[in-house]
T-cell receptor, first 114, second 112 residues
Framework: DQQVKQNSPSLSVQEGRISILNCDYTNSMFDYFLWYKKYPAEGPTFLISISSIKDKNEDGRFTVFLNKSAKHLSLHIVPSQPGDSAVYFCAASSYSGTASKLTFGTGTRLQVTL | NAGVTQTPKFQVLKTGQSMTLQCAQDMNHEYMSWYRQDPGMGLRLIHYSVGAGITDQGEVPNGYNVSRSTTEDFPLRLLSAAPSQTSVYFC???????????FGQGTRLTVV
């Protein structure tokens, strides 16, 4: 049973436009959500996170939105750049303030075209 | 500034062989974890540790053993490799109270 779902395996966006990556979860015990970015042959790198007590967190070009009632979060990248092309994983934690046990989605491959 | 170092990067094993995947971190993080990544499955937690001498099972622990004798090292042992263990393995470390984990570059394991 996939507790964190990323239903879009891939997304293609033009450079300069907005990229929106979506993630749904089923476990109500999750209280922290994270986005990781992964390039081929590298480990995932942390991008941005959000606590369940917030509905928005922004860091430069990256903004994460959380809709608890819908159990849905999204990552917005504005403006998208070619270097943003990577696989993006949504992850969730039910142990507030700890990253020792993360539940990951299956990932969305973002391609930013010129 | 090495961060999380995993060795080897690639390994081919025969069914039934044993081996240890090494993971070391130089950030003095208390928490360390092992994940495996399979196509279409995302990353799944195998085992984790919240400090030296303390380990616990994750979502997919069968076929794997871990120990944590020092803060820096968290090896993952496959006692009798099976083709189902063909995967990319990632080690991660993190600090208590922090939600971001730092990952190594991964070990690509093939069991034939």
């Amino acid at each position: 049973d996939q507790q964190v779902k990323q239903n879009s395996p891939s997304l293609s966006v033009q450079e300069g436009r907005i990229s929106i990556l979506n993630c749904d979860y089923t476990n109500s015990m999750f209280d922290y959500f994270l986005w990781y970015k992964k390039y081929p042959a590298e480990g995932p790198t942390f991008l941005i996170s959000i606590s369940s007590i917030k509905d928005k967190n922004e860091d430069g070009r990256f903004t994460v939105f959380l809709n608890k009632s819908a159990k849905h979060l999204s990552l917005h990248i504005v403006p998208s750049q070619p270097g943003d092309s990577a696989v993006y994983f949504c992850a969730a934690s039910s142990y507030s303030g700890t990253a020792s046990k993360l539940t990951f989605g299956t990932g969305t491959r973002l391609q930013v075209t010129l | 500034n090495a961060g999380v170092t995993q060795t080897p990067k690639f390994q081919v094993l025969k069914t039934g062989q044993s081996m240890t995947l090494q993971c070391a971190q130089d950030m003095n993080h208390e928490y360390m974890s092992w994940y495996r990544q399979d196509p279409g499955m995302g990353l799944r937690l195998i085992h984790y540790s919240v400090g030296a001498g303390i380990t616990d099972q994750g979502e997919v622990p069968n076929g794997y053993n871990v120990s944590r004798s020092t803060t820096e090292d968290f090896p993952l042992r496959l006692l009798s490799a099976a083709p189902s263990q063909t995967s990319v393995y990632f080690c991660a470390s993190s600090e208590p109270g922090r939600t971001e984990a730092f990952f190594g570059q991964g070990t690509r394991l093939t069991v034939v």
